[in-house]
């Protein structure tokens, strides 16, 4: 996949647009980068044209100026589309990426074909007494993190995946995150809650994986119910099931993109 910039913005993105077919867009979770879907790449290279996006402070996407801040991502994901001439795409989002691929919808709702959104929870639903309960957790992280990124690495690996070998590339990657880009997340309080709770005009895909946390399980059940929308929890996988189990995440997602162009033919 090219490694390219968008003009004056921070945002590194990568294409691989030969396969002459619809665009599936994907964006990773926290404290990684694009890179954590590679066996999404090799699998999907040459059934669908690739667009994937190092989020705000992560991967290559460093080049930030005075006011850039994670609520424009959305505009910026869209500016990647008119340079590209994408009208429209399925996406594909874990964890972070989940919030800012819904946001995007919540903003260009006839640019997305279809959403699939893992280790994530609803931007337009969101639940901040359940937050706050977590809060304690996240902020012994966060203060591992100024400390060392490595302990900060070592400890994450172990809540965001399941499997060794996932525990491993996600350490691999986090390790290379920057202490400065812990400040860009502070503004994802701006997307939630903002857009009002309403039918989505496109297909959803919501899951997790099985040894994800029980509040993230707890919150993928009830807002497949809420949605009447599709749901898969990933056997042998946890918070990151791209990473833990990558044959039954593709499977489970081609199954859906398969749904979804079979109802708009």
């Not at 992560?58 to 008119?82: C, P, T, Y």
Request: charged content about 25%; aromatic content about 14%; glycine content about 6%.
């Amino acid at each position: 996949m090219e490694n390219l910039y968008l003009g004056n913005s921070p945002i590194a993105y990568y294409v691989g647009d030969t396969a002459n077919k619809e665009w599936l867009v994907f964006l990773h979770a926290a404290f990684v980068d694009h890179r954590m879907f590679e066996r999404q790449f090799e699998y999907f290279s040459g059934k669908y044209n690739l667009l994937a996006i190092d989020i705000l402070g992560h991967g290559n996407s460093l080049r930030a100026r005075k006011g850039d801040g994670v609520e424009k991502m959305s505009d910026w994901i869209d500016a990647i589309f008119q340079k590209h001439e994408i009208s429209a795409a399925h996406f594909v989002g874990v964890s972070l990426g989940a919030v800012f691929i819904q946001d995007f919808a919540n903003k260009y709702p006839d640019k997305v074909l279809s959403l699939a959104c893992f280790g994530g929870y609803d931007i337009n639903n969101f639940d901040i007494a359940k937050q706050k309960a977590n809060s304690k957790g996240q902020m012994k992280m966060m203060l591992k993190a100024l400390f060392s990124i490595k302990w900060f690495a070592k400890s994450n690996k172990k809540i965001s995946a399941y499997t060794v070998d996932a525990q491993s590339e996600f350490y691999d990657l986090n390790i290379k995150f920057k202490k400065s880009s812990f400040r860009y997340l502070a503004g994802l309080q701006k997307l939630v809650n903002k857009y009002p709770k309403q039918q989505r005009p496109f297909r959803l895909l919501v899951g997790c994986g099985q040894y994800d946390i029980p509040m993230e399980i707890e919150i993928v059940n009830k807002w497949a119910a809420r949605e009447n929308c599709e749901k898969k929890i990933l056997q042998d996988a946890g918070h990151c099931a791209n990473m833990d189990a990558p044959n039954e995440f593709n499977r489970c997602l081609e199954e859906f993109l398969q749904k979804c162009h079979d109802e708009s033919l």
